[in-house]
């Protein structure tokens, strides 16, 4: 039987996941994501249906986050109608970050309408790709899968979902194809990060596909990261100024809660420290961690919910409730920590909280994720004197610390150690995926050295039949 391999996204680049594995005649769906960068670009990917939605038989989602769930709505209006595994962790989360994703879309056309209208132009008839109205029939198509459980999605065709480690209820996915074990790592977590499991090895396999995001670095130790936000924090606030954390909804923002919580705990902040959340979204998310310890690891266990304490609750701790508040805090000079997203500072509010505090040296901008080429992420953390935001310029003159503790994915390091186990005489192809150039190139060398037969970067839209 013919199985083969075509990417539609994440090929050369990190954003927009979109893997079509087929199987003789079945096609089957890994993730559709979202792409992110430069504007106009993504937005042309974004609008674009590279292949017929209604031929998908089957659709998986590794993870909640947007870059791997964001597209299905699209897909949705143009026929899309196959079941879409996923852990329930992983239905939630993406059913609420799809929804944002509408949200924010509806919210920009909106804009865009009233500032032409402003400046006497004709509506620019810019139409969001998918409204409030198509997110729920994709959450409808949604069908949740334990991990371990072995499940036959299309005849003779077996799907198991194993924990990677990455944001809650993310997964690898290994597919049975008579003695053929196809696996997809889907984003590839860290061992001991806060809150999650450590990546689960998935069994052996013939065929592997990999992300790359950190194929050319290696992370500080997260143990590392506790003491310099203990360090930023408090000097920041012996300084009387505010540390601003753009940070994604998902994962990152719940993480940040979890540590800050630690640090109060154990008497490394100072006492009267308010911390804030404000993300709507990130409000939303922390309420499906919250009613999920089954997937926490022990450490959190035994931290707080052996105790009955919500890690995601204390009384430093509170979030923003509407926009007006968020308004108000962005403009104060109160000294404070400040959490809000979105992750790249492309969108959300973090990007008015920037806007009112970059030019302000008493504040600290704390960077703890990746941050794709061409964002406002990016600018910051590559410490250009001078950002746009809003369309507006601003100098910077604020503090920046970039961390890479932080990261929910594995480095170079952690990708090979994850691998180590695979039997090379069995493993015939790691595909590369979801990497930009250099870091595809540098873990292509460093997985070809430890005895794989052949490691392939994926090119877009170019069909591997294995
Ligand atoms: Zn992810």
Known sequence: MKISLTSYGAAREVTGSRHLLTVGGKRILI?????????????????????????????????????????????????????????????????????????????????????????????????????????????????????????????????????????????????????????????????????????????????????????????????????????????????????????????????????????????????????????PMGMNVTEVFRKHPECYDEETKQAFTDHHENPFGFSQLRYVKDVMESKALSQSNKPAVVIASSGMCESGRICHHLAAQVGNPATTVMLVGYMAEHTLGRALAEKRPYVRIYGEEYAVKSRLKNMNAFSAHADSRETIDFMKPFDRSRLKNVFLVHGETPALEALREKVGATGVKQVTIVEPRTEYEV
């Open 31 to 279: 993730d559709c994501g979202f792409f992110q960068g430069k504007r106009k670009e993504s937005e042309a990917k974004n609008r674009e249906v590279p292949f017929d939605p209604a031929s998908i038989d089957a659709a998986v989602l590794t993870h909640g986050h947007l870059d791997h769930c964001g597209g299905y709505p699209v897909l949705g209006k143009n026929g899309f109608k196959a079941p879409i595994f996923a852990t329930a962790p992983t239905a939630e989360i993406a059913g609420i970050v799809m929804a944002d994703c509408a949200h924010i879309q509806e919210g920009d056309a909106r804009w865009l309408k009233k500032k032409a209208a402003k400046k006497g132009l004709p509506d620019p008839g810019i139409e969001p790709l998918y409204d409030h109205e198509d997110v729920p029939p994709i959450v409808k198509l949604m069908r949740p899968v334990r991990y371990g459980a072995r499940t036959e999605i299309l005849p003779g065709i077996f799907l198991t979902l194993t924990d990677a480690g990455h944001i809650l209820g993310s997964a690898m996915a290994v597919f049975e194809i008579g003695d053929v074990r196809f696996g997809f790592s889907g984003d590839l977590g860290r061992c001991h990060m806060p809150i999650l499991r450590d990546p689960q090895f998935p069994g052996q396999l013939d065929h592997f596909v990999c992300e790359s995001t950190y194929g050319n670095r290696v992370h500080d130790e997260f143990a590392t990261a506790e003491n310099e936000v203990a360090e930023i924090v408090s000097e920041s606030w012996k300084r009387g100024g505010k540390v601003l954390i753009p940070a994604f909804a998902i994962g990152r923002t719940q993480e940040i809660v979890w540590l800050l919580h630690r640090l109060v705990d154990e008497g490394r902040l100072p006492a009267d420290i308010e911390i804030w959340v404000d993300s």
